[in-house]
Structures are given as structure tokens and as C-alpha cells.
């Protein structure tokens, strides 16, 4: 809680401290698996020193979508992320109320029509057509303080914006 | 390649056969740690019966993000999640074309500023304002067609649709 007062309030100072880099570097595997490196990031106006070593993550596809099930799919690791980063947006403001959280789930859904990735119609889109989360809470605190902390989480998550509203990307091949 | 061309005949005679469920459920670690369960989907007609041991997909943040680094953050599994789909994305339809891909590797960068997660601004979003994504592709084919291929992946990618494009998400939280 200290922590985070600290970083609001050298954020508040310093701006430019509040601007993060983050990045990854992957590999194809043979068939639908590949492995994601990452470690390096820049954040609070420098590169960081603190990760000694990379993180691995993987993917593949089940055999119905012709892979060789060794890894969750790319769009599970779509829920993944939004799990994680529901998670950190609903503990650190729980925590800096003096809340004291017990034990908090997800469990989410989302529907995917493989017509726009196997590019049968130009109607329907690639993506997740929709994203159903259900959160599961027990904390110290009425059902109304956290359901406002659940409102909270969803309107300050990176991820939760990320996947509501669009992100531009750039997709450039290297020589 | 026979087996693409199996389900894509399989999808245009039965279009539900391209309706997917995927799921995942995840529980808090304390501190900003978080781990993902992912095992059941739902897709070609039926609850898949393939998997027989769950995935585990772990989130943390790095200590100036108030974690213990003990796994990449959530915006970092985006990346890793946009890295899984662009793969496949982009090696099932060379395989189609019988091109012969001897390696694929992409690099990824996405801003963040953390003023929206930390709800000290309301002009700035709390997700990536930006991703720049670099491809890198050894194959038996000319530049014009892996600038093709590459393209094809990137319009027929679920994740990068999912990024691009608004997904409704709805929260819900259960008693």
C-alpha cells in the first residue's frame, strides 16, 4: 500500500515516469506450437535491471484446430492475460482502501466463429465475438464496496481496454 | 495441410462446426501473482475431449510494478498471445501453398502509460496505445509472397482482430 502511495505520487511529479515499454520476442516451433521469451522492459524512465532471467511462454493448438495440443491456444492466452491483470487491477486498489481480500476468481468465456480465420466469410470477424468474466470474491467488505471495486478493476485494467476498445498495431517484415 | 483443407470442406457444410467456447479459470496468488487454469473448450459440434491435463499459465508483475517477478505481467501475455495467433496465422496458410517456412519469429513493442491504470488521468487509456510488431521469415518463397502471406496472417489473425477491433466484455460478479 506504502508502495503504491509512493508510485501515484512519483508518477503525479515526474509524468514521464508513468510511460512503460513492454515487449516479447517468439519463435516458431514446427506445426502451431512456438514459445514466447520475455524479459526486458522499459518503465519509470529506465530500462529495467531487475529480471535476471526470461520468461517462456508457450503455445499450440488442440488437434482440432491442427495442433498438438502441447500449450494453450493463442486466444487462451488472451483469457490469461485478462485474468492477470483483472486480478492486479481489483488487489491494489483493495489494498490501498485497507480491504482485506481473501481469495478472488475468475472464470471467463469468450465465443470465436473460425469463419473469419479460415476466411470463409468477410462477416464474421476473426476474433472473440464476445468475453463473459465472472468474478468470485470473499473479502472483508459489503457486496456493495465490492462490487465498486469490481467496477473499478474493469475501467483502470490494461488488459480490460485493451480487448473493449481498439489498440492500433503496426506490422512491419524484416529484411 | 490435407487436414486445413478436411475442416475448412467440414465448415462450409456445417457452419456451426466453426463455433468455439474457450474458457479459463484463475485464482489469486497474493501480492500481484495469479495463476490460470485452461483446459475444457467448446468447438466443431462438441465439449473437446482431448485434453487430459490442464495448462497452467502464471502472471506477476516486476517490482516497480509492485510484484515479486516471478512471471511476465499481463500486458506482456497479450504480446505473447498476439505472437501464438500471428504464428499459426501465418504458417497454416503457407502450408496450404505448399511453402516451405524454415523459420518465423516475431518481435513485439507496446506503449503503455500508466496514468490510466493508476486513475490519475482520464485522457489517457489505461491499455496499449500502440503495438509494433516485426516479423522475421526464412522461406522457399519470394519477399512479395511472404509480404502476402504476412498480410493474410494479419487479417485473419483472432488476436490481432481481437486487439484491433472493440470486443464486448461483461463482468459479472457471482455471490
Same mark, same amino acid.
Given at each position: 500500500m506504502d508502495q503504491l502511495v509512493g508510485t501515484i505520487n512519483a508518477v503525479k511529479g515526474?509524468?514521464?515516469?508513468?510511460k512503460f515499454k513492454f515487449r516479447s520476442s517468439s519463435r516458431w516451433d514446427g506445426g502451431a506450437r512456438e514459445h514466447t521469451t520475455i524479459k526486458s522492459f522499459y518503465g519509470a524512465g529506465q530500462e529495467d535491471a531487475t529480471r535476471t532471467e526470461s520468461f517462456v511462454l508457450e503455445g499450440d493448438e488442440p488437434a482440432v484446430l491442427l495442433? #498438438?495440443?502441447a500449450a494453450p491456444n493463442a486466444v487462451e492466452a488472451v483469457l490469461h492475460a485478462l485474468s492477470s491483470c483483472m486480478t492486479v487491477s481489483f488487489i491494489y486498489p483493495a489494498a490501498a482502501q485497507g480491504i482485506n481480500v481473501e481469495s478472488l476468481e475468475y472464470t471467463m468465456e469468450g465465443d470465436l466463429d473460425l469463419h473469419g480465420f479460415l476466411h470463409l #466469410?468477410?462477416?464474421?470477424?476473426?476474433?472473440?465475438q464476445n468475453i463473459r468474466v465472472k468474478a468470485k470474491v470473499r473479502a472483508d467488505a459489503p457486496r456493495e464496496k465490492i462490487q465498486e471495486l469490481l467496477q473499478y478493476a474493469t475501467n483502470t485494467s490494461p488488459v480490460m481496454d485493451t480487448l473493449r476498445n481498439p489498440v492500433p498495431v503496426s506490422v512491419e517484415l524484416q529484411e
Open positions: 515526474t509524468p514521464d515516469l508513468a495442433g #498438438s495440443n #466469410s468477410d462477416r464474421v470477424r476473426p476474433g472473440f
